[in-house]
């Protein structure tokens, strides 16, 4: 059974920083990684999908990468402002139908 | 504006009875998820249809039934609601089933 981690569970910088957010499974058999953000009250707003034949992906100041071999995936935030501040998730997709295991979430929180 | 609707965003609900959360797409997508948020254990997938006409079940199938009679429509119904159906409830969809996801803002169900 697929098991997602994030790491740290909540993560506050000052405004400016870069950050990395960490993602762990323990399958590496996925057909995709997906990194979310959640406001609070909100629904999940996609970032970044990432597909099990690619290495990264790009949008903006976020940049996502995935490891299958190590089961692991990062998403890097580059110069952080204070409209970053959500819950990050990210998802792994590991069966025929799509079925998305989360993670926790790291809850960030950019001061400024 | 393209997205996903659900209906109603909150409800109370008394024990015992009968809901229909509602859900639809204007994407066009072929798959549709059910999940559930609760706090400390993330998002579950209750349900899903990787297209119209096919149901599945997902990790917390049991209270619930859904159907897809069509492409736009995925209606989650608690049969007799319980108070461990207390949950914020989420629904998604996707192009195909490793495609990425899309979530709608959610239903705040509360069983009394």
């Known amino acids: 059974k697929q098991e997602v981690t994030q790491i740290p569970a909540a993560l506050s910088v000052p405004e400016g920083e870069n950050l990395v957010l960490n993602c762990s499974f323990t399958d590496s058999a996925i057909y995709n990684l997906q990194w979310f953000r959640q406001d609070p009250g909100k629904g999940l707003t996609s970032l970044l999908l990432?597909?099990?034949?690619?290495r990264e992906q790009t949008s903006g100041r976020l940049n996502a990468s995935l490891d299958k071999s190590s089961g692991r995936s990062t998403l890097y935030i580059a110069a952080s402002q204070p409209g970053d501040s959500a819950t990050y998730l990210c998802?792994?997709?590991?069966?025929?139908?799509?079925?998305?295991?989360f993670g926790q979430g790291t809850i960030l929180t950019v001061h400024p | 504006i393209a997205g996903i609707t659900q209906a109603p965003t909150s409800q109370i609900l008394a024990a015992g009875r009968r809901m229909t959360l509602r859900c639809t797409q204007d994407m066009r997508h072929n798959a549709m998820y059910w999940y559930r948020q609760d706090l400390g254990l993330g998002l579950r997938l209750i349900h899903y249809?990787?297209?119209?006409?096919?149901?599945g079940k997902g990790e917390v199938p049991d209270g619930y039934s859904v159907s897809r009679a069509n492409t736009d429509d995925f209606p989650l119904t608690l049969a007799s609601a319980v108070p461990s159906q207390t949950s914020v409830y989420f629904c998604?969809?996707?192009?195909?089933?490793?495609?990425?996801?899309?979530f709608g803002q959610g239903t705040r169900l509360t069983v009394v």
């Open positions: 249809s990787n297209t119209a006409g096919t149901t």
């Open positions: 990432i597909q099990s034949s690619q």
């Open positions: 998604a969809s996707s192009r195909t089933d490793y495609t990425e996801a899309f």
């Open positions: 998802a792994g997709c590991d069966t025929s139908y799509g079925k998305l295991t």
